[in-house]
């Protein structure tokens, strides 16, 4: 049974840093690729990261301020987010490549 159960989440002041962490199970992780996902109120669920064997990619709004990287070990992806913007409030999600599975989220919310 696929599990994703995503953690790190929570409020942060704009300018600010969290590390959001993503424990999986369930299916061969080391040889899967894993993205990251976010969904605000109201908008469509969206790509913020994906960490394949070739390299990882961004959404063009977090370039330069997300980073993430995974410990095939600990079974574990992470997102390291600096300079949090109010725009990034969402629930964040992450995502096994080709497995339509997803976990509860984490919510983060970037507000003064």
């Known amino acids: 049974q696929v599990r994703l159960v995503e953690s790190g989440g929570g409020l942060v002041r704009p300018g600010g840093s969290l590390r959001l962490s993503c424990v999986a199970s369930?299916?061969?992780?080391?040889?899967?690729?894993m993205s990251w996902y976010r969904q605000a109120p109201g908008n469509q669920r969206e790509l913020v990261a994906q960490?394949?064997?070739?390299?990882?990619i961004y959404a063009d709004s977090v370039k330069g301020r997300f980073t993430a990287s995974r410990d095939n070990e600990k079974n574990t992806v992470y997102l390291q987010m600096n300079n949090l913007k109010p725009e990034d409030t969402a629930v964040y999600y992450c995502?096994?490549?080709?497995?339509?599975?997803w976990g509860q989220g984490t919510q983060v919310t970037v507000s003064s």
């Open positions: 369930g299916f061969d992780f080391s040889n899967t690729a």
């Open positions: 960490i394949a064997t070739a390299g990882t």
């Open positions: 995502k096994a490549q080709l497995i339509p599975s």
